[in-house]
């Protein structure tokens, strides 16, 4: 299992284009409802910050996700967008779950 966390800025101009563009991929997601890939994002109170939770079956499944037209055109365009503060990526280990997650 991989679990990555991501936090990131925008610019308050482009935060509501950064929304629009992460339901594309949940949408592309939940159409193909790949079984190893839990895919969530959250906004924080400032209204510019996000923080994407992602669980992953194995590094095949996150490389999937990666390969997404939706998930290029996310990433290409928040990269171009003038982030306030850039991505801080960490991979994290599970200690407990009342969550099945792959079985």
């Given at each position: ?7 990131y ?8 284009t950064?929304?629009e ?29 996000f ?53």
């Amino acid at each position: 299992m991989k679990i990555v966390r991501v936090q990131y800025t925008t610019t308050q101009e482009y935060a509501a284009t950064n929304s629009e563009n992460i339901n594309n991929v949940v949408k592309e997601l939940r159409k193909i409802n790949h079984p190893g890939i839990k895919y969530s994002t959250y906004l924080l109170p400032d209204g510019k910050t996000f923080m994407h939770f992602d669980q992953f079956e194995n590094e095949e499944a996150h490389q999937f996700l990666m390969g997404l037209a939706s998930f290029k055109k996310f990433s290409d365009e928040l990269w171009a967008s003038g982030l306030e503060v850039e991505p801080k990526l960490e991979l994290l280990s599970l200690v407990a779950s009342s969550e099945d997650f792959f079985g």
